[in-house]
């Protein structure tokens, strides 16, 4: 298993331009250390990590777009991985960190730890690039083919509980602000 925070700091350094946005609670806290105006930091919108992404995706076909998402996340909100499919999107790489629940509200287990494979969830909704990676060497050269591909990929990484200890500003219109006026 991999601890996120490692995981993270892979993504971005391969990321290069991209954008990347943090799901709700530790996916985007662990992204605070590696700051970049292409960062967005979403607060308590919990699951809606992946239609914010979806969105820019759809509105900017040039980028590729990541998403670093939990599998609490993702659980809340399941439809996201049908909706991008049916969307067409082909430029949206969608991480989902799993750590077995809810670590943010005092790690309520759910999903995998009950039988949940998302990677197989992501696949009957349509991703025909889905994998599940459990160590950081595997996790750096999906990430790297998934970024120089041109369709969608499902990312599903198996990561070790843990709360972060960072947080960005709660100034959420500067977080908008700044995100926005980088693309
Ligand atoms: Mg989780």
Request: charged share 30%.
């Given at each position: 298993m991999m601890q996120r925070l490692e995981a993270t700091s892979i993504a971005v350094e391969l990321a290069g331009d991209a954008p990347i946005i943090g799901g709700v609670g530790n996916s985007t806290f662990d992204l605070v250390p590696y700051d970049?105006?292409?960062n967005f930091y979403m607060w308590?919108?919990?699951?809606m990590a992946s239609s914010i992404g979806l969105g820019l995706a759809l509105a900017r076909p040039d980028l590729r777009v990541i998403v670093l998402d939990g599998d609490g996340s993702v659980l809340m909100n399941l439809s996201s991985l049908a909706t991008e499919t049916a969307c067409g999107v082909q430029n949206l790489v969608h991480v989902i960190w799993d750590n077995g629940g809810w670590e943010i509200t005092g790690g309520q287990p759910a999903g995998s730890p009950f039988g949940v494979n998302l990677e197989a969830v992501a696949r009957g909704c349509g991703f025909l690039k889905a994998v599940t990676v459990d160590d950081l060497v595997s996790f750096r050269e999906v990430f790297m083919e998934a970024m120089a591909d041109d369709q969608p990929w499902a990312i599903v990484g198996l990561i070790e509980a843990g709360d972060s200890p960072y947080r960005p500003s709660k100034n959420c219109i500067a977080l908008r602000d700044r995100f926005r006026a980088s693309l």
């Open positions: 970049r105006p292409r308590n919108s919990m699951g």
